[in-house]
């Protein structure tokens, strides 16, 4: 479900020290992945359960989907198409200041 470009980095990037010390010695995107969803700041597991899809907005092969969530009223998460298959082209959702209010 995520872009291959991105799921290929993330061991690179997060297990030689440039991410938290908690996620050294992950060497899988599933691995790593995992553990920074059990540490997301200000959201405990149960309130990331909660997240619901409000719209989407696509442009070609790129775009977002729209999110609400407790944390996050109005949020948005970047998707690629790859292969025909729409991915998340970004790991954790942000504010979205150009989205509809829930």
């Not at 899809?53 to 070609?60: C, D, E, F, N």
């Not at 970047?78 to 942000?94: A, C, Q």
């Amino acid at each position: 479900m995520i872009y291959s470009v991105l799921a290929e980095s993330i061991p690179e990037d997060y297990d030689q020290g440039a991410g938290p010390s908690y996620l050294h010695g992950r060497k899988t995107c599933p691995a790593i992945l995992s553990e920074i969803f059990k540490r997301v700041p200000g959201q405990p597991a149960s309130m990331l359960a909660t997240t619901k899809v409000t719209g989407v907005r696509l442009i070609g092969n790129h775009g977002f989907v729209q999110l609400h969530s407790k944390a996050m009223p109005t949020g948005k998460i970047f998707v690629e198409r790859e292969r025909g298959t729409w991915k998340m082209g970004s790991l954790i959702g942000s504010p979205c200041t150009m989205c509809a209010p829930n």
